[in-house]
């Protein structure tokens, strides 16, 4: 497993005010509405999600530098877990539209929502029991969604990550390094489950015999 740092450069150019997200809103109603995955979540207040999940862009970068760390070629087999409206997957297939793109998320309205380029790309379903057939990927990507689950089914879906990937596998999930950032992850998050410290996971990926390479974004 090697530790990159690909989503942390996104991650870090939004500004965040912590204490608002507690003292502005009640925080339990906004969490049970984003964990609802509908409206809400996506393109409702700010307080409950998103705040309007829009296209601009952003992933374009990420796609890139994708494609080089992981030498993705024509006809590569990729899939991303919890893709949401499909932003990063429109965008690896606009830079090579021979790449095989798949996508898997659990929110009917984020497919109902997704990007036309690559709706029909999209499956609903959970990172527990992934629809397709072992070693069937060059790449199986994650990316700020794994943290969301329980830890039972967090420890199922990295050994499906691992069962469908025959190649490279790059998770992205939300950790602290101390208790600054653990209270700011614990402040700002709407939808984690497992609320786990870097030793934490490094634990979990060992036990689990997570192939993949990894990276942990942090709330500074």
Known sequence: MIPKHIVTKLHTTTTRDYLARVNNTDKATAAEKAMQWGYDYWDGSRDTGYGGYRYDGRWAPIAEELISTYNLTNGSKILDVGCGKGFLLHELKTINAEFDVHGLDISSYAIDNSMETIKHAIKRGSAPKLPWEADYFDLVISINTLHNL??????????????????????????YRNEREKVNLLYWQLTCKSFLGVGDWDFVFKETEYEGDYEFIYFE
Do not use: F, M, Q, T
């Open 150 to 175: 329980a830890l039972p089914d967090l420890w199922k879906a990295l050994k499906e990550i691992n069962r469908v990937g025959k190649k490279d596998k790059y998770i992205c999930v939300e950790s």
